[in-house]
């Protein structure tokens, strides 16, 4: 086996210039991307470029997948290919660390997929990636200050407190429905798919610097004419409900609807409500 | 008028570098899933799930407060 391994990132739709404009991109440990096509009627291109094989071998990449330093690295390596060409034709992108043994086999896997990769691509065609975010702020920070109650023992003023407070979050988590289900209603107004990904917790989202309770997280294929009509929708989502933002991410390349209506969850996903 | 994804390179450049939390959840649940040869590739699903549970895991353990509170990730589908 050679030292190099191919690893995949995108199947695109050919282009005129297309090669030319892969030529300068550089992907995974800063190698050269380059575009593999289709022998039979060069429609199809898969874009691709040369790793070193012992970070992709089956063990290296369970350890380095726990590395969130090599994650974020190929991540991002990752993602610059696939917006790049995304400026110049369909992409419909793949998972992340597709390997192949050689260039052949990357080639193989291209041309045996043509129908589906074509019948994908159609469906992308003139769409981007919308990813929309609903965020309660923290109970805390909402609940309003209470004065004690001087005819009420400490144990019945923490009680009242309390109960103030799941009201105020009651509250807040209404209005986040109500959020959810005009952003719902943009999607049905301009959207053409939608696909729910979990919500954000942890060290990461806080990374992000996210502020309060995400309990929306969904992705919307919008084509590109109903875009300033779907945003402009989003952005207003949250008017008049306290406690509630709205966040837009995007445009993606449609990242979360390479996968067929029935294997992505798809728009039938039908709860919209926060927990 | 906006024509996202196709934006001059000019009106890009200042680019904010996007959320890694927002292009994990892309890369490693949304993409095309082909076999590859790389015995895994991460074709395999379920082992993408595995990693990524024990990525946030392992972090989760040196800072435990975010997780004090609902579900950690969930091995099954994630549109729930």
Not at chain 1, 187 to 208: E, F, T
Request: glycine share 8%; hydrophobic share 40%.
């Amino acid at each position: 086996m050679s030292d190099l391994l191919t690893y995949a990132y995108a199947v695109v739709r050919n282009a005129e210039g297309l090669r030319e404009a892969t030529a300068p991109l550089r992907g995974v440990a800063e190698s050269p991307v380059s575009l593999l096509t289709d022998t039979g009627d060069d429609q199809l291109g898969l874009a691709v470029s040369h790793v070193p094989g012992q970070d992709f071998q089956e063990d290296a990449l369970k350890q380095h997948l726990e590395d969130l330093e090599w994650l974020e690295a190929v991540a991002r390596a990752h993602h610059g290919v696939i917006e790049a060409l995304g400026e110049r034709t369909t992409v419909l992108p793949l998972r992340l660390a597709t390997v192949y043994l050689d260039d052949n086999r990357a080639r193989e896997v291209l041309e045996a997929g043509r129908t589906m990769f074509a019948g994908r691509l159609a469906r992308l065609s003139e769409h981007v990636e919308w990813g929309v975010k609903i965020y309660v702020e923290s109970s805390a920070a909402l609940a309003e200050p209470t004065v004690p109650a001087a005819d009420l023992t400490p144990g019945r003023a923490y009680l009242r407190n309390r109960r103030q407070q799941q009201s105020v979050r009651d509250t807040v988590y209404q209005a986040a429905q109500k959020a959810a289900e005009r952003v719902e209603a943009a999607g049905r107004r301009h959207a053409s798919d939608r696909v729910r990904h979990r919500v954000q917790q942890g060290l990461l989202a806080d990374a992000a610097g996210a502020v309060g309770e995400n309990v929306v997280n969904d992705a919307y294929l919008v084509p590109l004419k109903r875009c300033d009509g779907f945003l402009a929708d989003v952005a207003h989502a949250a008017d008049g409900l306290d406690g509630v933002r709205v966040e837009a991410t995007g445009p993606w390349a449609p990242y979360s609807f390479a996968m067929p209506l029935d294997e992505s969850g798809g728009a039938a996903a039908a709860e919209g409500a926060p927990p | 008028m906006i024509t996202p994804g196709r934006a001059p390179e000019a009106e890009r450049l200042p680019q904010r570098q996007v959320a890694l939390i927002d292009l994990l959840d892309r890369l490693l649940s949304g993409g095309v899933v082909l076999t590859g040869d790389v015995v895994l590739s991460i074709a395999d699903i379920d082992l993408v799930r595995i990693s990524l549970r024990a990525l946030i895991v392992s972090i989760s353990e040196q800072n435990p407060s975010p997780w004090t509170r609902t579900n950690p990730p969930r091995g099954g589908d994630h549109d729930g």
